[in-house]
């Protein structure tokens, strides 16, 4: 596939959703690939220029990733597109021995060669990157991402440091340069970037859409040199967009789609989000049927589970949407069961929507998402509607399943308006 402009690995499901949005607006057809990208997969989508493989690397150790990176990255890199993107959240938390992006960044660089850029800032999320200070809106504020509401309580990773290149030297010692908005704006990021130490990642700062503009430039020119390997948010995609649209690359728009609404909608969330506890609350007033999931007696037993799908399948056949959801905001009591709860809740997931025969589902929180949609066993995902920015509608590709067809919304903790579920459930 040597006309591929780009491929991308995501850290996790939710985020490779906003990456396949992005594309989809920006005119560029894409597949987000749920198990390894191999010919007989991508013969089905024969005419995308991005493909990308999504991931629960954010969740795993530096050990996971030295096993398992290596061989994902060689696989992205041998579809010949010009530039592989691990694709971090935008919030950028990550610990040393957890979801470390340092770890990523030397794999991807010893793969690929650098200097590495890092792009984080995504403005359209409200995610601002400052003289490589990070910054995150929560409501009508924005905070420094140390100082956030929920990110720096985050129950795996919270952010306690917003200098970005502070919180690398923890999770690695390469060196991490800084370009920031001054030297962008004075047209001198180009020559700092091309006189970078190869054995190097490079932070570049992003603010708005002139700022990624011209760091698209800057990237693009790079790519046509040599394979590019980048690490950062779907503002890095968002600056490749600008690039291509300027070479007339990616021109079009995917257009609106027609979304027809659904009578019933299932949301199963492992968000320990104040977001999603919000519109959980909204959806329980709108008359969505709730029940609440112990994480450890889920985990721990199928008896549990078992009473859960059953209450779940009993309300759906009466015409009411549901909500299951294992928190309500931050736990009191720390981390949350992680990957064996996001199985869980796939498994869950799986025999409602077959014995219910749902053709709509949401999922929300990022971790868990990537653990429970893996248990689906899908081939891959495309793009079918925007609802809201971070949190597209995505059709499931699954031969011989009866899950093909499915329609999926994955969305972050902190993504969505406070009446977002309806508006899932209505495809407003």
């Known amino acids: 596939m040597s006309d591929l402009l780009y491929a991308w690995y995501g850290d996790d499901f939710t985020g490779s959703t906003d990456v396949l949005e992005c594309l989809a607006e920006g005119g560029v057809p894409a597949v987000l690939c749920l198990r390894s990208p191999t010919p007989d997969l991508l013969a089905a989508f024969p005419d995308v220029r991005a493909v990308g493989l999504a991931s629960d690397s954010r969740s ?34 990550s610990a040393p021995q957890r979801g470390s992006i340092g770890r990523a960044t030397e794999i991807g660089l010893a793969a690929m060669g650098g200097p590495v850029p890092i792009l984080v800032g995504a403005p359209d999320l409200r995610r601002y990157l400052i003289f490589g200070t990070l910054f995150a809106a929560a409501g009508e504020a924005v905070y420094r991402i140390d100082r956030h509401p929920t990110m720096a309580h985050h129950p795996a990773t919270p952010m306690h440091e917003a200098d970005l290149r502070r ?22 990021a180009a020559d700092l970037f091309a006189g970078a130490d190869p054995g190097s990642a490079v932070l570049i700062d992003g603010v708005d859409a002139a700022s990624l503009g011209e760091a698209g430039r800057i990237l693009w020119a790079e790519a046509g040199r040599r394979p590019l390997f980048g690490v950062g948010s779907s503002g890095l995609t968002q600056a490749l967009l600008a690039a291509w649209r300027e070479a007339g690359l990616a021109s079009g728009t995917a257009g609106a789609a027609d979304l027809a609404p659904v009578d019933r909608l299932l949301v199963v969330s492992g968000s320990c989000s104040p977001v999603t506890s919000g519109q959980i609350g909204v959806a329980l007033e709108a008359g969505y049927h709730g029940i609440a999931l112990s994480p450890d007696l889920l985990v721990g037993s199928e008896a549990a589970a078992h009473q859960a799908v059953t209450a779940a399948v009993s309300a759906l056949a009466e ?38 025969g749902l ?29 809201q920015r971070g949190a ?37």
């Open 359 to 387: 053709t709509r589902v949401l999922l929300a929180g990022g971790d868990t998402s990537s653990h429970a949609v893996a248990e689906l066993e899908l081939d891959a995902l495309t793009w079918a509607a925007r609802l």
């Open 167 to 188: 919180h690398l030297a923890a999770q690695t010692a390469l060196p991490v340069a800084l370009i920031d908005l001054p030297t962008l704006q004075a047209g001198k």
């Open 392 to 428: 597209p509608l995505c059709r499931a590709h699954a031969a011989g399943s009866p899950l093909d067809g499915l329609e999926l919304v994955l969305k972050g903790g902190q993504i969505g308006s406070p009446e977002f579920f309806e508006r899932v459930r209505l495809g407003a």
């Open 60 to 93: 795993r150790p530096p050990e996971w990733m030295d096993a398992h990176l290596p061989g994902n990255f060689a696989a992205l890199q041998a579809l010949g597109a010009a530039v592989v993107h691990y694709k971090t959240c935008s919030t950028f938390d």
């Open 319 to 356: 015409g009411q949407s549901c909500v299951l959801y294992t928190a309500r905001g931050p736990l009191a009591g720390g981390e949350a069961a992680g990957d064996e709860l996001g199985r869980a809740l796939g498994r869950m997931l799986r025999r409602i929507v077959t014995a219910a």
